[in-house]
């Protein structure tokens, strides 16, 4: 950038150079103008001296004139004293006398343009080089009808005088220039100092710092200037301010959604997305600026995305990517300036999980509720055909309560555990695990017996009280001590014992039974989930007892962790206070 502080000293000292040289030149010329005028009236002067000098001796003008000692004298002490050349010429140009030269040696003077100037007018003046005195001379001839009287002086002063002239006129003006260069740049500096401190604070400003303003302005236009440009930069702070928090609220809403949202500029680049939107392409960096299909690697999406771009409709499909099932709505904008396109994708997942396990549930509970009704039917079909047999009608009878029983057990638990789907939060009394643990033996204890199962209690680790839920716990509780009981072997055993663990209680249910495989464990807290069918049949299970379990363990806030091997199981109840 040119400074225009340096545009205004360059022209100011043009300018002043100028100056300075006109006024020499005017200065030289009028010098010697003047001199030269007063030179010549002085010459002009000692001319009619002269010629009143020699007309005094009443004698014709010629060259024995001269030849008087006397006269010669007297006309050499005028030229002396008045430093002058006296030139005297006979009408026909013959050089009568001369104060500087021997008048025989000097050529005829009759083309001397004073001589022909002044037989014409009287009196001429000329300015020339002699080249017999080798200097500029200023020569005045008057014709005085019979001879003509030259009187000369050398120019050598007006020289002399214009040199010296010139000489202070440049010495002054150098002077005057650097002075008036220092105010110049002073005065310079001064006017220029707003524009320069205008300048730096918008190169700030644009460069990010919005705090910067321009401080200290004068009253006076430039000051008004820098005024304005302040309240400019203030509204635009504030715009910018606005613009900031509208942008902050509107990623904030946008980051708030967890499904992946998308926004691609007419070029196809990624113009806006949230952060589920980068997990879902998998990116680790930032994509801003980068074209859709380099990030996104699922090409069905790709390409329902280029059909909206080229047709400038709207998709709406299904697809599944990276084990997730989404619901993608890509949407053209139908602005005219516009032509990005939205996509929006809602991960549907869990919806569907849901949706398959309300259907498997269905079918299950449908199939378990069935189950016993069609055993109980064929048993009153039975019935019917043995009217008169009583001891099989008791028989048949008796089965067929059983089985309504366990159709009763299923209904129950199911509204158990629907109950428990809806409980949030059921830490809400102080419970003592080690009563609830011996209630729930003193319960079993009929079947504990049936079986022939010893049972070992090691619960002094899990004595006081704890804030729980004493249904959620009971149903823990009984349902697992059920379990060791049902899936034991006759004459098994089962030791329950708690230990305290840094800010938990360990309660291990272990019994001697058998087993769960490796494979299965994962399962068999999914409801009407059994390993062995028959067999949980035969111990009268619903299929629910773990998914119960599950449940009000996750209510507590509790965890359930399974070993087992072909010899027994351990589900040990992690109480976490
Ligand atoms: P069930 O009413 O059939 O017992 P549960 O949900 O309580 O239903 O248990 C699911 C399945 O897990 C059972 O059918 C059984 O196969 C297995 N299981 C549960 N506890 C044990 C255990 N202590 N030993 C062996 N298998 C078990």
Known sequence: MKKFKTKLIVIYSLLVTAIIVSLLIMVNNYTKRAIVSFLEQELKIGAEYVNSYIKSFHRPINSSLFKSEEIADALKRIAQKSQMRITIVAEDGIVLYDSELNRETMENHSYRPEIMEAKKSGLATSIRFSNTLQ?????????????????AKPLIVVHQLISEITRNVVISGLVVFVVSIIINLLLASAFTRPIDESVSFINKFFNGDMNARILNYKDDELGYLQAS??????????????LTIEKDVLKMIIESIRDPLALFDRFGNISVHNGAFMQMVGADREIVGKSYFSVIRNSELNSKIHYAFTSRKEVIFEEAIKGKNYYVLILPFRGKQDESILLVMQDVTEQKRMQQLKSELVGNLSHELKTPISIVRGYLETIREVLNDR?????????????????????????????????????????????????????????????????????????????????????IFFNLIDNAVSYNIQGGSINISA????????????????????SEIDRIFERFYRVDKSRSRETGGTGLGLAIVKHAALILGWEIDVKSSPSGSVFTVIVNE
């Open 499 to 518: 230990r305290r663990m840094s800010n938990a209680i360990h309660i291990a249910i272990a019994d001697t039974g058998i087993g769960i495989p490796e």
């Open 391 to 475: 001891g099989a009608i008791e028989q048949f009878i008796e089965k067929a309560i059983a089985n309504l029983e366990r159709q009763n057990a299923i209904i129950n638990d199911m509204l158990k555990l629907n109950k428990l789907e809806t409980t949030v939060h059921a830490k809400d009394e102080y419970i003592n695990i080690r009563s609830i643990i011996q209630q729930c033996v003193e319960l079993l204890n009929l079947k504990i017996q049936k079986k022939s199962v010893s049972v070992s209690l090691d619960l002094d680790a899990c004595d006081g009280v704890i804030l729980g839920n004493s249904f959620l716990a009971e149903e």
């Open 229 to 242: 440009i302040n309240r400019l930069a203030d509204s635009i702070q504030k715009k910018i301010n606005d």
């Open 135 to 151: 200097t500029e001379m200023l020569y005045v001839a008057a014709f005085f009808g019979t001879h003509y009287i030259r009187t």
